[in-house]
């Protein structure tokens, strides 16, 4: 995906760089709105697909039931509503759960839905919780979800087309039930992605909404003028408390606030900017992926430097960032699953704490390509809490804690000293072509590779120490993090494609592996 175009900075008077936004964004609820057309019109279909399990590939059966629309209105949000999805397993891929008759069953689903209009294009995630299922004797499993969906927001008139794309599922044989008794373990989750059938009625059309206003003779091919978009004719995203969709564009939104932390900042200057980030970390002596959850950073950016005559293309750009939530400089808590030594399921709950400075600084190279190296160091101490192994409370205390910030490879220690996590952006700009890759003011990955340090604070009050056991189990080197930051929001001005009336962010990334 292509970046936004920017334009370079000038050192004497540094400024966030705005840009226009083209990004999906995937969001997981749906808000009711005022003006969409009453009639309705009920989509059941049924789909072929490909799951990719363990064991290999396995047929699989999906229903999407919805209710849409008869028709809508340019500029007014389109809701599906009465979403279910509905996936029949063969009895091969019931095996994968290495579950016994009349185990329970839970799952969950994620369902990418792709929407057209003319040249604009999104995507939307709808995903789904099932209730608990039994395992059959013999035959098929029926797994039925449903949840709240995003709803979509159309910036011209003309058809928009719905249709499914990839699944994601997630199955869990639940401890306690009929696969758990005595001697046996509860065997491990099991997920799989699932791709369409290259034989699938229409393409996995879902729906078609006519959508009307605009000027005569318009079209989402040949817009009025009015309606051109400066720029990108992509699409575009948004938290609640955005503008309406921009003509020739699809804007996806979720009804729940508090999908997303409140994110503003404390004191406001012409440099401030907010952000929302998010993205995976790898645990390596886990085998698995914990989920960086969504989060606030707010960047202050200072005055640009001259590092040296060495380089008379290249200034620099710092800036202070602290990590926001409720009043605290953290992460928000977030739930992680893994295998321990690859077999005992075992959740925590794991915070991301700023315990000391952090700052980001963008390298610009002007030359071509205009080049922009950034770099973020961090002090982050990780915390757990309300950890389970298999099923059962393990105490580890209220300071359960990493001794030690984490640690990554600092490339200039002696400016920066200590242990503390770097980050790295790189992005580039050729002359009348869009940037790729990482800038502060449009957001994208950064990367990096840390040590997890040993554990201390972890324990009861009764002289139980767990200290040794998680960091045996979780401590050590080769941890690969990707994270993924939004596009800021410059909070001195406002602007509706950036920030909300409030002065939150209003794109909200998505994590990327």
Not at 72 to 89: F, R, S
Request: hydrophobic share 35%; charged share 20%.
């Amino acid at each position: 995906m292509k970046g936004t175009r920017t334009s370079v900075p000038s050192p004497r008077r540094p400024r966030a760089r705005r840009a226009v936004i083209a990004a999906f964004v995937v969001l997981a609820a749906m808000v009711p709105a005022a003006g969409t057309a009453l009639g309705a019109q009920e989509v059941e279909a049924e789909l072929p697909y490909t799951c990719a399990f363990p064991s290999g590939p396995q047929a699989a059966t999906v229903r999407v039931a919805a209710r849409f629309p008869d028709s809508a209105a340019k500029g007014e949000a389109i809701v599906p509503a009465e979403v279910t999805t509905t996936v029949e397993l063969p009895e091969a891929a019931v095996a994968e759960l290495g579950a016994a008759p009349g185990a329970e069953v839970r799952a969950s689903t994620e369902l990418a839905v792709a929407l057209s209009q003319g040249e604009a294009r999104a995507e939307a995630s709808w995903r789904g919780t099932a209730q608990p299922a039994t395992v059959p004797a013999g035959g098929p499993l029926v797994l039925e979800s449903t949840g709240d969906v995003p709803s979509v927001t159309p910036g011209s008139a003309g058809e928009l087309q719905l249709r499914a794309g990839g699944l994601k599922l997630a199955m869990e044989a639940q401890a306690g039930s009929a696969t758990s008794g005595p001697g046996q373990e509860t065997p491990a989750p099991v997920s799989a992605s699932c791709t369409l059938g290259e034989d699938a009625p229409e393409d996995g059309l879902l729906a078609t909404i006519p959508v009307t206003g605009g000027d005569a003779g318009a079209s989402p091919q040949n817009p009025s003028p009015s309606e051109r978009p400066s720029e990108s004719t992509g699409p575009d995203t948004a938290k609640p408390g955005g503008t309406k969709a921009p003509p020739g564009r699809l804007r996806v939104e979720a009804a729940d606030p508090q999908d997303a932390p409140h994110c503003t900042a404390k004191e406001v200057t012409g440099n401030t900017l907010t952000a929302y980030i998010t993205g995976y970390s790898n645990v390596r002596k886990l085998d698995g992926a914990s989920l960086i959850p969504l989060a606030c950073m707010v960047i202050e950016q200072v005055d640009a430097e001259f590092p040296g005559p060495d380089d008379e293309f290249l200034f620099r750009q710092p800036a202070d960032v602290e990590l926001s939530y409720q009043g605290r400089r953290q992460t928000p808590p977030a739930k992680a699953t893994f295998l321990t030594y690859g077999f005992v399921p075992t959740t925590a709950t794991m915070v991301l704490e700023q315990v000391g400075r952090m700052n980001l600084e963008g390298d610009f190279y002007l030359r071509e390509p205009v080049t922009v190296v950034s770099t973020i160091r961090a002090s982050l101490v990780l915390r757990l809490s309300d950890v389970k192994v298999n099923g059962t409370p393990l105490d580890v205390g209220p300071d359960c804690r990493t001794e030690t910030p984490l640690i990554s490879r600092e490339p200039e220690p002696d400016r920066y000293p200590g242990d503390h996590m770097v980050l790295h952006g790189l992005s580039e700009q050729y002359t009348g072509e869009d940037a790729t890759g990482y800038q502060v003011s449009s957001g994208g990955p950064l990367t990096s590779e840390v040590t997890i340090p040993a554990f201390t604070g972890c324990g009861t009050d009764d002289g139980e120490d767990l200290n040794r056991l998680l960091t045996a189990s979780i401590s050590g080197p080769g941890n690969y993090v990707k994270q993924i930051q939004g596009q800021v929001c410059t909070v001195a001005f406002l602007q509706p494609q950036e920030c909300t009336e409030d002065g939150q962010p209003v794109v909200i990334p998505k994590p990327e592996r």
